[in-house]
């Protein structure tokens, strides 16, 4: 079985301690690929150089962080669309709204996000998207901006059924499913019960939300297994079968070749 995990931060700190060991565990796990989204400037070199270092394996994403917008945003993003033009990045992400924490400036998310959409439109990439606690501002923001040029990734979706299809309406996106699928009682196994596998990829969003029976420990890409064998329950299909189709979509939505 081979898989690719759409999300994970494998750059952070956090795995500075054991990164080639968790490299080669998400191999033995048959992860083969694994998609780097940015978080903001300082992120930059270290997600880029691991992409480097596995370049088979590790793809780098360039964008803003929504939690990482400043006041002074687009300075910020002529920065980070500089730092694009020197390497290959296979996304813009990842990038949203968050009103989790503070929203003090839910205007500069939502102008940022509305500048990163229409950048990935210019160099026909997909987008990731970061949404919590905003699917209104992000439902807001994808009526006025989506067209034929807009598609992508919803990352850790973790809506309800009516969100989730209204995600879909849009066109050109697929819902990224992470451990809160694993979760008891979190809702998402339902929320995607009726939702076709051709229209999900698989992700970690490590070092973050590990799958059960990891919940609360760090996250990793070798988990992704995990996230597929409650896939495989929700949709009565074996994880081989998981695996192969959510593979294809992350390749055709991220154009790459397998």
């Not at 989204?37 to 070199?45: A, E, K, R, T, V």
Request: aromatic share 10%.
């Amino acid at each position: 079985m081979t898989y690719i995990d759409t999300h994970a931060h494998l750059y952070t700190d956090q795995f500075d301690e054991d990164r080639e060991m968790m490299i080669q565990r998400a191999l033995d796990s048959g992860v083969n690929k694994i998609f780097l989204p940015n978080i903001d400037i300082s992120s930059i070199p270290k997600m880029e150089q691991l992409a480097k270092d596995y370049p088979e394996m590790c793809y780098s994403m360039m964008g803003i962080h929504p939690c990482s917008v400043i006041k002074d945003w687009k300075t910020q993003f002529e920065e980070v669309k500089t730092h694009y033009k020197r390497g290959h990045h296979i996304a813009i992400g990842e990038i949203g709204i968050d009103l989790y924490w503070d929203k003090t400036l839910q205007k500069e998310q939502t102008e940022s996000f509305r500048a990163q959409i229409n950048w990935a439109k210019e160099e026909k990439l997909p987008i990731v998207i970061h949404c919590r606690d905003a699917f209104d501002e992000i439902f807001e923001v994808l009526d006025q901006e989506n067209d034929e040029q807009l598609f992508g990734v919803f990352h850790c979706f973790t809506g309800n059924k009516e969100q989730a299809q209204r995600i879909l309406n849009y066109g050109g996106f697929k819902l990224g499913i992470g451990g809160v699928v694993t979760f008891k009682n979190s809702g998402v196994d339902k929320a995607i019960q009726n939702i076709d596998l051709k229209n999900i990829v698989l992700e970690t969003d490590a070092p973050y939300l590990a799958p059960s029976p990891f919940r609360g420990k760090r996250n990793e890409s070798a988990y992704i297994p995990y996230i597929a064998k409650k896939l495989s329950e929700i949709h009565s299909i074996s994880e081989e079968e998981v695996g192969k189709i959510t593979s294809q979509n992350a390749l055709e939505v991220f154009k790459i070749k397998a």
